[in-house]
């Protein structure tokens, strides 16, 4: 069974940064895409990144070249790092994993299956 626990988020003034860390554990082995989610309050769930082992990334023009992704295999732990946040960052952030032998490397939240409980980003203006 598979459980993602994200940490990290928290209250920051425009401009500041965050570093969201996502520790998954349950995984059979490293073959899962993972990736960063957010939803804010109204609004539907949106991606914001997504990896896979090999490193492949794909970002939200949104957050590209303000957002970095980052994957400790051995850890089993997925990091955001959060430059530049704007006053529309502001959402709840989801860590998302699915098993799979070749991600699709899309954005698309139906992808997949597992989900941690998020974790609050709040940027002030």
């Known amino acids: 069974q598979v459980q993602l626990v994200e940490s990290g988020g928290g209250s920051v003034q425009a401009g500041g940064s965050l570093r969201l860390s996502c520790t998954a554990s349950g995984l059979t082995d490293s073959n899962y895409c993972m990736g960063w989610f957010r939803q804010a309050p109204g609004k539907e769930r949106e991606g914001v990144v997504v990896t896979d082992r090999n490193g492949r990334t794909t970002y939200a023009d949104s957050v590209l070249g303000r957002f970095t992704i980052s994957r400790d295999i051995a850890k089993n732990t997925l990091f955001l790092q959060m430059t530049s946040l704007k006053y529309e960052d502001s959402a709840m952030y989801y860590c998302?994993?699915?098993?799979?032998?070749?991600?699709?490397?899309?954005?698309?939240?139906?992808?997949?299956?597992?989900w941690g409980q998020g974790t609050q980003v709040t940027v002030s203006s």
């Open positions: 998302a994993a699915r098993r799979f032998s070749s991600c699709p490397m899309n954005l698309w939240a139906a992808f997949f299956g597992e």
